[in-house]
């Protein structure tokens, strides 16, 4: 092994290369490997559905309509939460969601971009007008979460968040038609 | 030759003189966020503040000073006169105006979108003509760029083009490909919208387009930073460049593999498919392979030089590397950066990862280390390196320009570190005031005081960087010619078409175009979003 | 004859492995990712959640909308009926285009004897309109003539009025001018006041007014101006809203933020208004 370059071939300054370029290829097909291994086996995924939804009659749509949003448990067991996002604030700005069980968040937006995320979890969407964003999760840890809006919507952003009460089993009841409100503090 | 040095320093000052003013203004944004500024400045001065920072770092700094070492490239590496000059100068106008026209639409109050302008949110048509603006300038470059080597090539049949000038076109080229998503964007949607002459607007396509642009933009700021490390530090640190097919490669891998990856930004949107992410995911990956690469080259390259100085041993020629060289210390302080940042990078495209970090404070943390770090601090290095040859006057001392340097660098991971921590924490972005009587918001409180620390130190080093540039116009040492640029082990006598120019890189990343973005667009032309109302900032 | 072969330093002799190998590489890690993100993993999380491969497909092209990995709720809440505005593209063009001649022909016919000619209103009773944003009138009366706001002289004064008509009006007051606005004559307002108007209230989760009310804020385009607006009619809107009598705002924004408010703020936000604050 010489110290000085000038003995150092050109076909050996390509090996090297080549050894490296060879390790970087591990590396890369190694963190790729790992993505498509948590997608096969955990279900990984980034959130997307790709579901349109006309933001100018969001008010008066039969699922985001006022009176509809917030925690509903259908009959088969399934937890569904609909909030809405806009300008400035999230409506409801409480919802109550059940630990341990699966829970279908689906967000839209009348206005604006808008995007949450909700501490301490993986709920992380975009909200974007003219689309439904969901997000299918699991909270693991009871108590109350923070959900900020996280894309700048305009200047009243810095105010915008809900909070997400997590209820234990015991505590997470539906009322006869299925609505689950935040419980009073 | 003074034409070109005056095109050059015109340049260079627009970009830096952009760059201290928005440092200035980063400052306040951390400071009026923090706990010690609660109840100072209103949203309105914050976005504004921040669209102002934004646009003068991201479009300002970076055009101008790619511009303007790309027109020095073309002179010094090709050793002719610069052709079309001219046209050099109409765009160098026609930027400023550009510039003028989006800083008095921010300034008014008019523009307060931040520098990504995300429809429905629109501002003055003006904030977006003059964006255009220095887009157009920006293309006049690239077409010179083009001209410049082409002209050489015919001058030169069969010779290999100076890696710094292939490199600087391969940017060109790239850049080129880059802006179709955003220049779409603004004319076909936004300006339309800006006007009044349509109420409504598909945000689907508009964040879409500028994805498009978003992540290959970044690689536009970066690329000029490697042209450093592969042709100017060898040479400063009195070495050879490993290998200069190595350098082609990696320029090359940047052309192809930055442009079809743009989704990863969109990761967490809900208006494209699993499957559709996955694919620029992939591609992704990809894009790490030519960082990875040149930190093994520049690091030989270095090595070359460490034991021509005698350095001994496994590690030994690290020591004897010249550090007081401000461009060899960049080099080092770049890739400790560098590691962090690209560290972070790789979270951030692991999708499962991405929805921890997702705007949150992480994201800010991440662009901020690799952009403001690695990248802007080898911008330093390089108008040090270079503006003796500019001016005629060399630095009289070099120790205010390594003090600079090591500021930028401590500055910069005491600002980020702590950022990327709250990222974690879940602490969100673009927030002109947090509740600090919130008891999860107060425990972010210290560690934000940290960040604007070092928020203070950044403005303090680039306070510096300019005052260490407007001495040097004063200096009264007379610069001594010395070669710049560095010399391969190997200096190549032929190289294949596909390394010497880029007709096949751009048939292919037509086709990877076609196949990562072309059913993502088509998917909104075909069946529209359903629009949503614009909302003016007037 | 001796036969030209092509030299090794020949570029297309150089060129030719690079153009192959090139290609098949990067052909080769594209369909991969397509391979692996259309077709391989949909159908396998797709087979976890009993979800067929072509509908796993589907889902992962964006195609059809849900997750391959996920059983996808079907919404089966019926709609509501139309009860409030819609700002469709035609609306707003119908906004944009609308004629203030006629608008103000309808003003002088009907509005004038409440809300005065300059939209300087008569009486505390009634708002004044002047300078008030077209798109805010406009859903008012809309509001008026659907029943989703009601008001005894308002109903049937906007049952009269057909959207064309409404347009009309709405452009000829937002077209007055902006009342005079002596910076001398602004009373100096408590800074809990003016904290609200500009931060907002975080623990009360209340965003500042400002975020919406204030021109050119890039907020809700129904969201009226409010500066140097009578502050008996805005405590008036505000009581009216924090006991839900007043509903028409969407999303009730309006009665969560006016339920949080102290009667006191109320007052200190309408004497903030009066005083032509923006």
Known sequence: ?185 | ?538 | MTEQRPQQSDPHVLDQPWRIWSTIAVMGIVLVGILLGVIVIPVVQGRSAGIDAFTAICRALGILPGSPAVPQFTDRTPPTPVSQVVWTPDVLQILARADVAKGKAKVQEVCIACHGENGVSVATEYPHLAGQSGAAIYKQLHDYRTGSRVNPQMTDIAKALDEAVTADVAAYYAGQPQRNLNPVTLAVSPPAIVQLVELGDPRRNIPPCASCHRAGAGGPIEAPVLAEQRDEYLIQQLKLYASGQRRNDVYGRMRLIASRLTDEEIKGLAAYYRAGFR
Request: with cysteine; hydrophobic share 55%.
């Open chain 1, 1 to 185: 092994m010489s110290d000085t370059p000038h003995e150092v071939h050109e076909s050996r300054i390509l090996r090297t290369e080549l050894l490296w370029a060879f390790g970087v290829g591990i590396f890369v097909a190694a963190s790729l490997s790992m993505i498509v291994f948590t997608a096969l086996t955990l279900n990984v995924n980034p959130p997307s559905n790709v579901e349109r939804i006309d933001p100018k009659t969001l008010h008066l749509s039969g699922e985001f309509a006022e009176q509809n949003l917030g925690t509903t448990v259908f009959g088969d067991g399934t937890v569904i939460v609909r909030a809405i996002a806009t300008q400035f604030m999230f409506v409801p700005q409480c919802f109550a969601v059940p630990a341990n069980r699966r829970v279908t968040l689906r967000f839209a937006s009348p206005d604006v971009i808008h995007g949450l995320l909700i501490t301490g979890t993986n709920v992380n969407t975009m909200v974007v007008p003219g689309f439904v964003a969901q997000v299918h999760t699991e909270f693991t840890r009871t108590g109350d979460l923070l959900m900020p809006c996280h894309e700048f919507c305009g200047q009243g952003h810095s105010e915008m968040w809900a909070t997400v009460q997590v209820l234990p089993v015991d505590l997470f009841k539906p009322g006869p038609d299925g609505r689950v409100s935040c419980a009073k503090r």
């Open chain 2, 1 to 538: 030759m003074r034409n070109a040095e005056r095109l050059c320093l015109a340049h260079f000052w627009v970009a830096f003189g952009a760059f201290l003013f928005a440092c200035v203004l980063g400052a306040w944004q951390m400071w009026v966020r923090s706990p010690l500024g609660a109840k100072i400045g209103t949203p309105g001065d914050y976005f504004m503040s921040v669209t102002a920072h934004g646009v003068s770092m991201a479009y300002v700094l970076t055009t101008f000073f790619i511009m303007g070492f790309g027109y020095f490239v073309a002179v010094t590496a090709l050793n002719r006169p610069l052709p079309g000059w001219i046209w050099a100068w109409g765009a160098f106008w026609m930027g400023i105006l550009g510039v003028v026209l989006a800083l008095i639409s921010i300034g008014s109050g008019h523009a307060s979108v931040l520098f990504t302008f995300y429809p429905p949110l629109t501002a003055n048509v003006w904030f977006y003509i003059g964006l255009v603006l220095v887009v157009a300038a920006s293309w006049v470059w690239c077409a010179l760029m083009l001209v410049a080597m082409h002209a050489w090539k015919v001058d030169n049949p069969g010779r290999p083009v100076p890696l710094a000038m292939f490199a600087t076109v391969a940017n060109a080229v790239m850049w080129l490909w880059t802006t179709v998503g955003v220049a779409a964007e603004l004319l076909f949607q936004v300006i339309p919208a800006s006007l009044g002459l349509v109420q409504t607007i598909d945000v689907g396509m508009s964040r879409t387009l500028f994805s498009w642009t978003l992540h290959a933009i970044v690689y536009f700021w970066l690329i000029p930073a490697y042209i450093a490390f592969y042709t100017l530090a060898p040479r400063a640190a009195g070495g050879r460049l490993y290998s200069d097919t190595m350098g082609r490669l990696t320029f090359i891998l940047f052309l192809i593999y930055s442009l079809p990856v743009g989704m990863h930004h969109l990761l967490m949107d809900p208006e494209h498919g699993n499957g559709t992410k996955f694919i620029q995911v992939l591609l992704t990956a990809f894009v790490a392979a030519p960082t990875l690469l040149t930190i093994f080259t520049i690091t030989a390259s270095m090595e070359i030089a460490g034991r021509l100085r005698g350095g001994r041993g496994v590690f030994g020629w690290i020591a004897t590397l010249p550090w007081k060289r401000p461009m060899v210390l960049a080099i080092g302080l770049a890739f400790v950066m560098l590691g962090f940042g690209g560290f972070g990078g790789i979270i951030n495209m692991a999708y499962g990862m991405n929805a921890m970090v997702h705007n949150t404070s992480w994201v800010t943390a991440h662009f901020h280390l690799i952009f403001g770090g690695s990248v802007v601090i080898m911008y330093f290095a390089i108008a040090y390196e270079i503006w003796p040859r500019l001016t005629g006057r060399d630095h009289a001392s070099l120790a205010p320009l390594r003090l600079q340097l090591w500021l930028w660098f401590t500055g910069m991971m005491v600002m980020t570190l702590p950022w990327h921590w709250l990222g974690l924490q879940g602490q969100w972005r673009r927030v002109s005031n947090f509740n600090y009587a919130d008891p999860i918001i107060a425990a972010w409180g210290p560690w934000v005081v940290v960040s604007f620390v070092g928020g203070i130190i950044l403005l303090t080093s680039a306070i510096l960087f300019v005052w260490n540039l407007v001495t040097l116009h004063r200096s009264e040492v007379s610069a001594i010619a010395k070669p710049l640029y560095a010399l391969a082990v190997h200096p190549p006598r032929r190289v294949p078409a596909a390394l010497n120019g880029f007709g096949l890189w751009n048939v292919l990343v037509l086709v990877l175009m076609l196949l990562a973005y072309g059913f993502p667009i088509a998917q909104f032309v075909i069946e529209p979003s359903p629009a949503a109302i614009v909302h003016r900032v007037r």
